[in-house]
């Protein structure tokens, strides 16, 4: 039981119009309690999963978009943006939530849980995981 | 079950959270509280507000094991630990405080 495995949930969709994008947030947070090395990586139109300024005002949907910021007290800390997904939307870095989490080991210090990465590093790190999850 | 505060009704789900997070207000916490026979003190509301607070932030019921530790950080060490909040609320600090809250039940409860 004590053994951990590697986990990472795929992010590939937009995250109004379905319910996939919640469903995945609320499935790495429930997942959180079971202290296994938990990834994130948001692809495809998935990017606009973690865009800032998000305003659902007129889809009559919630914005759970400060949720994401929540994920590093859940000891979620690694998410990964494709490079080329974020590039294909005219998309950088900068258009992104600022999403952090504190390391308790260095006095809370923060540090940034966004890591952007190509296709290929990608790739290499789906490969490297006990079980994916794709939404 | 309706609860019943402050001369109005209020609607909530069969394990007893509030259906519409804006319809809360203290009376709701107190009438609760007395339900499961605690009596709130300043030490309650400030788990209560700490809690209404975070779920402003968050858009989300915090799990335990996160209201723990970011209790620990905003109010000391020695509140942040389990033994203090279970102390205030025996039914469990995630479920019985989110409820009292006006909060959903915490994601990641399990």
Same mark, same amino acid.
């Given at each position: 039981m004590s053994e951990t495995k590697k986990f990472m949930y795929l992010n590939r969709r937009?995250?109004?119009?379905?319910?996939y994008a919640w469903e995945s947030l609320e499935v790495v947070l429930i997942g959180a309690a079971f202290e296994q090395d938990v990834s994130l990586a948001f692809l495809d139109d998935g990017?606009?999963?973690?865009?800032?300024?998000?305003?659902t005002g007129e889809v009559?949907?919630?914005?759970?978009?400060?949720?994401?910021?929540a994920l590093g007290d859940y000891e979620v800390t690694k998410l990964y943006v494709e490079k080329e997904s974020l590039e294909e939307r005219g998309l950088?870095?900068?258009?992104l939530m600022h999403l952090t989490w504190e390391d308790e080991d260095e006095d809370w210090a923060e540090k940034d849980s966004i890591q952007v990465v190509t296709r290929a590093e990608l790739a290499k790190l789906m490969d490297e995981q006990d079980v994916v999850f794709s939404f | 079950m309706p609860i019943e505060a402050n001369g109005k009704t209020f609607e909530t789900d069969e +394990?007893?959270?509030?259906?519409?997070?804006?319809?809360? +207000?203290?009376a709701i916490a107190e009438v609760m509280a007395a339900q499961d026979e605690l009596e709130l003190t300043d030490e309650h509301w400030e788990i209560i507000n700490f809690l209404r607070e975070y779920y402003d932030e968050y858009q989300i019921a915090p799990a335990v094991r996160v209201l723990t530790k970011a209790v620990g950080k905003k109010l000391g060490k020695d509140k942040g630990n389990s033994k203090y909040l279970y102390s205030l609320f025996p039914y469990g600090p995630g479920k019985q405080a989110c409820r009292f809250a006006g909060l959903p039940k915490p994601t990641g409860c399990i």
């Open positions: 937009p995250p109004y119009g379905t319910i990017v606009y999963q973690i865009m800032k300024g998000q305003d009559d949907m919630k914005n759970f978009s400060p949720t994401y910021s950088s870095i900068d258009d | +394990e007893g959270y509030l259906v519409n997070l804006s319809d809360w +207000e203290p």
